[in-house]
């Protein structure tokens, strides 16, 4: 559109905004009055310190100070109408209507200072001003009274600090627990995927603090708490604020950190106040995260029975063991380390109940899958179960931190859609970390290359091993390259084959090097590292080896706990050497194990190699088109 066109149309006639009638929304001014006040005496303050400068200031516009000397001259030359003397200052009107000022020192008067400069009294008007009452006022507002305010202010303001300290030493003891008021919680049972036996656990909780008279009829009591146990990321806080929104009580919730500080006894003291309130407002949750960082094994440090952990904990035990049946307070608490409490602290009578919240079977992976992929799109008929079986060992927080990977990556793309490879890629970054491109020696390349191709070999041929998911020669973390193999399934228990063929698969890379290369190369270093944990499990404590089944590792008799801090009984140095070469044997077997099926299998190893190194990464179905032959069964 050009500018003539602009000029030529026409201007729409504006309508005027009638003013609001009362519907229209009023505006509220609130005023903080202690702001204002503070603000007020600020402003204050800042005027009293000026206003003797001020007031000196502006007094000093129409007066000129001039010396005695220039007075003396001034009178004897008739220049002066009239002398008015005001204490220690005199103020000279002269002839002209002009006014100056003499400042004379303190003992002198005027009449000695004309008789020795020999002037008559009589040539010049001279009046006496008396300054005993409104100038002594005038000079007591001007320069005392701001002195006095101004003592006065800083005096209010620190004692105001001192008070609020006071205040904050006298509440260091009050609990700093978080209150979610009831029927505001929105987490229900349904929101939390899988851990259907944990959730029945709590339902029964539930219904205890719904329907109290009901167990209470037939000599049920309330139990007194509920400690969940597992690992990292399953869900225990979700599961506790489930439990609140189930049940429409008041709910406290408070990190085990959050009892400590630095002085002795404030812990303690945060106990007593957070059960004191819980009791106020039962029926109420008391909800412990991270219990172990104040419920841990007693008398086992180095300071004795006294420190700040200890007290609190024992207050803890006085307070869940001194409930009576009728409080309608539970406890619940979540750690990750339940074989660091303390035996007091777990046992019927303050938690009740155990509940164990393990990582996700496929079933519950799937539900969990479905929660956290709402609200993200996803291409049509996505394989929800292919991504349930390739996240084995996943917890809750796992998936959902994979799916938003996922849907990072698309929008980094500027995609639509989040597809199945969107998915493989974010899994395998919160594993194994960001893919980073190397520059990367040829030969170095290659080995590389040989190296994941005989971990992925060796492991599609050996029948008690996983499945190959993907292999690649991109680096991730610390790793060159990675060849990923999650369990086809869900394992609750491990046999000896399994274990052995794990250790063969691992140093199946190392085996690689050795028959293409005759090289070594330090990237297999974790790789035996490993497999030799490995086989110091299946001879230590799983009983596997020829020495016979029998514990190895280092006992410590727990009778008193200071024990814990003395030596362990260890086993006999010629037993230890004997143990030493039981897994030396294992080790030694499995690296003979790769070595024998790369060497069977080397056209197939050469076959991967060469096509990692042209494409870089390869996934399952195409490693499997790649060789040929089907994954070895047991």
């Known amino acids: 559109m050009s500018s003539k066109d602009v000029q030529k149309q026409p201007v729409k006639p504006v309508t005027p905004i009638k003013p609001a009638g009362d519907s229209a929304k009023k505006m509220i001014f609130k005023i903080d009055l202690n702001k204002l006040l503070s603000k007020s005496l600020l402003y204050l303050l800042i005027g009293l310190l000026f206003l003797p400068f001020l007031t000196s200031l502006f007094a000093g516009e129409n007066a ?13 030359d008739d220049k002066v109408e009239k002398i008015e003397v005001s204490g220690d200052e005199f103020k000279l009107k002269y002839q002209d209507e002009t006014l100056k000022t003499v400042r004379k020192e303190p003992g002198q008067d005027i009449v000695s200072i004309f008789e020795t400069a020999e002037i008559d009294l009589t040539q010049t008007d001279i009046e006496i ?9 005038k000079r007591f507002l001007v320069e005392i009274l701001p002195t006095l305010i101004i003592f006065g202010l800083v005096g209010f303001f620190f004692f105001r600090q001192m008070r609020g300290a006071q205040d904050g030493i006298m509440g260091i003891g009050r609990s700093k627990a978080k209150l979610f008021i009831k029927g505001k919680q929105n987490t229900k049972f349904k929101d939390v995927g899988g851990m259907d036996e944990a959730k029945q656990e709590l339902e029964e909780v539930v219904d205890f603090l719904k329907n109290p008279k009901k167990y209470q009829k037939v000599g049920a009591r309330t139990p007194k708490g509920v400690l969940r146990v597992g690992p990292a990321g399953t869900g225990k806080t979700l599961l506790a604020r489930a439990v609140a929104g189930e049940a429409s009580v008041q709910f406290l919730s408070i990190a085990g950190s959050e009892f400590m500080e630095m002085l002795v006894g404030v812990g303690a003291s945060r106990v007593r106040d957070l059960f004191a309130t819980a009791k106020k407002l039962a029926p109420a949750i008391i909800f412990i995260d991270e219990i172990d960082a104040i419920g841990r094994t ?3 440090g180095q300071m004795g029975g006294h420190d700040e952990r200890e007290q609190t904990l024992n ?32 046992r019927p009578g303050r938690f009740d109940r155990r509940v164990l919240v393990s990582l996700p079977d496929l079933e519950e992976r799937k539900f969990i899958i479905s929660i956290h992929a709402k609200n993200k ?11 349930a079986k390739r996240t084995v060992g996943f917890s809750g927080a796992d998936i959902e931190n994979m799916l938003n990977e996922a849907a990072i990556a698309v929008a980094r793309t500027s995609r639509d859609k989040i597809d199945l490879k969107d998915i493989d890629e ?3 970054k ?20 040989y190296h994941e191709a005989g971990h992925a070999l060796a492991s599609h041929l050996l029948p008690n091993s996983d499945p190959v998911s993907r292999i690649s020669i991109v ?10 193999t999650p369990p086809d399934r869900d394992k609750l228990q491990v046999t000896k084959s399994e274990l052995v063929d794990e250790m063969a698969t691992l140093l199946a890379g190392r085996a690689a090097e050795e028959i293409v290369f005759n090289e070594k190369t330090a990237g297999a270093s974790n790789d035996i590292e490993r497999a030799t944990k490995i086989a110091r499990a299946m001879v230590v404590s799983y009983g596997m080896s020829h020495l016979g089944v029998m514990n190895f590792t280092p006992q410590s008799e727990l009778v008193d706990l200071r024990q814990a801090w003395s030596e362990p009984v260890k086993i006999s140095e010629h037993l230890q050497e004997q143990v030493d070469k039981e897994i030396q044997l294992f080790v030694d077997q499995a690296h003979k194990k790769a070595r024998s099926i790369l060497t069977k299998h080397r056209a197939k190893l050469d076959k991967v190699s060469a096509q990692l190194l042209e494409v870089e990464t390869l996934d399952g179905d195409e490693f499997l088109k790649l060789v040929g032959i089907s994954k070895a069964k047991k």
Do not use: C
């Open 64 to 76: 000129e100070s001039i010396s005695i000397s220039q007075m003396v001259g001034d009178v004897r």
């Open 129 to 137: 001003i008396d300054i005993s009452g409104a100038e002594l006022f």
């Open 298 to 300: 007693r008398s086992a």
């Open 315 to 346: 207050q803890i035990l006085v307070e869940m063991d001194g409930f009576s049946q009728n409080d309608n307070v539970i406890v619940m608490a979540a750690t990750n380390r339940g074989d660091m409490l303390d035996s007091a602290l777990v």
């Open 377 to 387: 799109p996803f291409v049509e008929n996505l394989d929800w179960l292919k991504v």
């Open 426 to 428: 974010a899994s395998l």
């Open 430 to 449: 919160v594993k194994l970390g960001p893919s980073k491109r190397r520059l990367q020696d040829p030969l170095e390349r290659k080995m590389t290359a």
């Open 475 to 484: 680096s991730r973390g610390h790793a060159l390259g990675y060849t990923f």
